[in-house]
């Protein structure tokens, strides 16, 4: 259904992503808003590292939701607010990434998010 490539030819700028996510034509599209640190309770996470886990945490729950799973991930586009929160946001997305071989990613540093005490925010795309 999703099929990811590395390219040769083309260098990586580094970190654990594909370069191209194919998607079969007759797939369906999800479109994930935004997932930030805040958990069922309405509480934000401590820290990046908590507020990255809830994120991850949502987007797989949204997902199961649609039926699908996280293989289905195409494409994601992380917002952190501090570029020295990077390497503890990788350690998360590798957790909850688990194996797969990860979707086409884009990393933004933002001066901000919608209110002060979100550090990450993660936007995603999948087909089923």
């Not at 030819?9 to 992503?17: D, F, N, Q």
């Not at 994930?32 to 809830?54: N, P, W």
């Not at 991850?56 to 929160?85: A, F, H, M, S």
Request: proline content about 4%; glycine content about 10%; some cysteine.
């Amino acid at each position: 259904m999703v099929k990811r490539y590395d390219v040769s030819g083309v260098r990586s700028p580094g970190g654990r992503y594909s370069l191209v996510a194919e998607v079969e034509a007759a797939s369906q599209l999800y479109f994930l808003a935004g997932q930030t640190g805040v958990d069922e309770s309405g509480r934000t996470g401590d820290g990046i590292t908590e507020q990255a886990e809830i994120c991850y945490g949502r987007v797989k729950r949204i997902l199961e939701e649609c039926g699908l799973e996280l293989d289905n991930l195409v494409r994601l586009t992380v917002y952190l607010t501090d570029p020295d929160d990077i390497e503890a946001w990788r350690d998360v997305e590798v957790k909850a990434l688990g194996r797969m071989v990860p979707p086409a990613h884009t990393l933004l540093v933002v001066a901000r998010l919608a209110r002060p005490e979100f550090l990450i925010e993660v936007e995603a795309v999948a087909a089923g």
